[in-house]
């Protein structure tokens, strides 16, 4: 089961669209995740447009959607660390998991994760988007 938001989250679906040049990357914010691209973080592509769609389906829960256009592209070279802040779910973050959805098994699947109780933070290094989570390890 997802983590909590916390207290005073907004309504949702939160959505945006983040375009920017693969080949310069980028840091992008929204709520309570962070994304970060590298540049050239994507395999055989030497620069062009890139269009990142953030989801946050339920924002009273700590889920987020990510989906590339165009998305052939959902294939990284380096990984895009996404950094989700704990603030407001009274967890800790090394008591954390890290979660991502299986479309083809329709199973939650566990992916490493770093964390900094200093930050109360996590980061997740993705090597694809799809649909992550956190979860209580407790």
């Known amino acids: 089961m997802p983590l909590p ?3 005073g989250v907004s ?3 939160i959505r945006t669209l983040f375009t920017f040049d693969e080949a310069t990357g980028g840091t992008f914010n929204l709520d ?3 994304l970060g691209f590298e540049p050239g973080f994507i395999d055989n592509v030497d620069g062009g447009p890139v269009g990142v769609t953030l989801t946050i389906p339920d924002p009273s829960i700590v889920m987020l959607d990510l ?3 165009p998305s052939e592209w959902n294939s990284f070279e380096d990984v895009v660390v996404v950094t989700i802040s704990l603030a407001g779910t009274g967890v800790s973050p ?3 998991l890290g979660l991502w959805y299986n479309k ?3 199973l939650w699947e566990q992916v490493s994760l770093n964390y900094s109780e200093e930050g109360n933070t996590v980061s997740l290094e993705l090597k694809h988007f799809s649909r992550y989570a956190l ?3 407790n």
Do not use: F, H, L, M
């Open 135 to 137: 979860a209580n390890s």
């Open 67 to 69: 989906t590339i256009a």
């Open 94 to 96: 090394k008591d954390v």
């Open 11 to 13: 309504e949702g679906p």
């Open 104 to 106: 083809q098994t329709g």
């Open 5 to 7: 938001g916390g207290k």
């Open 32 to 34: 309570r995740y962070t």
